[in-house]
């Protein structure tokens, strides 16, 4: 099982520059038997899978549903499939003759650093500014 991060966040699996997309929009996880789950993550534009009962087309939203590889989808103002978002991922990886030494070299320089006292929030373990 593997898991997609979408959005504008570039630690983002899909790095999507477009405005309507949240930081981290959405999740997709391909199982173990090649399904496709995706999950909006408490997105503001939303994520909505095409629903064409007829000759009719809506737009439904998604909070978490499986979904087919050729579904059209759209994710705040883009619209894609989840086979384009999952081939993103992948051509998204190392280029070739490029380590992964390296390439996690480049992901901690361009890492953006928090400056000034710091803590951990009790309640989720991550890393806050802490209040002078």
């Known amino acids: 099982m593997r898991t997609l991060v979408v959005g504008r966040s570039p630690f983002a699996d899909v790095v999507m520059a477009d405005p309507s997309i949240a930081t981290h929009h959405a999740?997709?996880?391909?199982?173990?038997?090649g399904r496709?789950?995706?999950?909006d993550c408490a997105?503001?534009?939303?994520?909505?899978?095409?629903?064409a009962p007829g000759s009719e087309q809506?737009?439904?939203?998604v909070r978490q549903a499986?979904?087919?590889e050729d579904e059209p989808?759209?994710?705040g103002e883009h619209r894609c499939t989840a086979r384009q978002l999952v081939r993103a991922a992948r051509e998204?990886?190392?280029?070739e003759g490029q380590s992964s030494a390296l390439?996690?070299?480049r992901l901690e320089r361009d890492r953006p650093r928090l400056r000034g006292r710091v803590e951990r929030d009790a309640a989720t373990g991550a890393i806050v500014r802490r209040r002078p």
């Open 27 to 33: 999740e997709i996880v391909v199982t173990d038997d």
């Open 36 to 39: 496709l789950y995706l999950t």
């Open 43 to 51: 997105s503001e534009t939303g994520t909505w899978r095409l629903d």
């Open 58 to 61: 809506h737009w439904r939203p």
């Open 66 to 68: 499986f979904v087919a």
């Open 73 to 75: 989808l759209k994710l």
């Open 92 to 95: 998204g990886g190392p280029r």
């Open 103 to 105: 390439q996690q070299e």
